[in-house]
């Protein structure tokens, strides 16, 4: 199983991007898939996750402006995120529990569950 981030950049704030989680050794549909974020000198922060059966859960931090979605041709997962502030900036990672379910505990991703990780994608938003 591999999966692969991609899409990250330089941004203004304001601005919007698009990330990419391509899926190989496995079916995007058939498992949660998540995207996490590691700002500067802190942890790994759950943002997003959809269910196998499409079940969606948002961080409050990015609720109403960032976009999980699947696209089963292409076995890739997309993030897309509008209206990006400086405190978005971060190293991006997608992974998935290998699980139907996304890992959500307490109102939290957490990200103990995953057992399949992709390589980050570094997102800077700044003017």
């Known amino acids: 199983v591999q999966l692969q981030a991609s899409g990250g950049g330089l941004v203004q704030p304001g601005g919007s991007l698009r990330l990419s989680c391509s899926a190989s050794?496995?079916?995007?549909?058939?498992?949660?898939m998540s995207w996490f974020r590691q700002a500067p000198g802190k942890g790994r922060e759950g943002l997003t996750c959809?269910?196998?059966?499409?079940?969606?859960y948002y961080h409050d931090s990015v609720k109403g402006r960032f976009t999980i979605s699947r696209d089963s041709p292409k076995n890739t997962v997309y993030l897309q995120m509008n209206s990006l502030k400086t405190e978005d900036t971060g190293v991006y990672f997608c992974?998935?529990?290998?699980?139907?379910?996304?890992?959500?505990?307490?109102?939290?991703?957490?990200?103990?569950?995953?057992?399949?990780w992709g390589e980050g994608t570094q997102v800077t938003v700044s003017s």
């Open positions: 050794g496995f079916n995007v549909d058939n498992y949660a």
């Open positions: 959809i269910s196998s059966h499409g079940r969606l």
């Open positions: 992974a998935s529990p290998g699980t139907m379910g996304c890992t959500v505990v307490n109102g939290d991703l957490g990200d103990y569950g995953m057992d399949y």
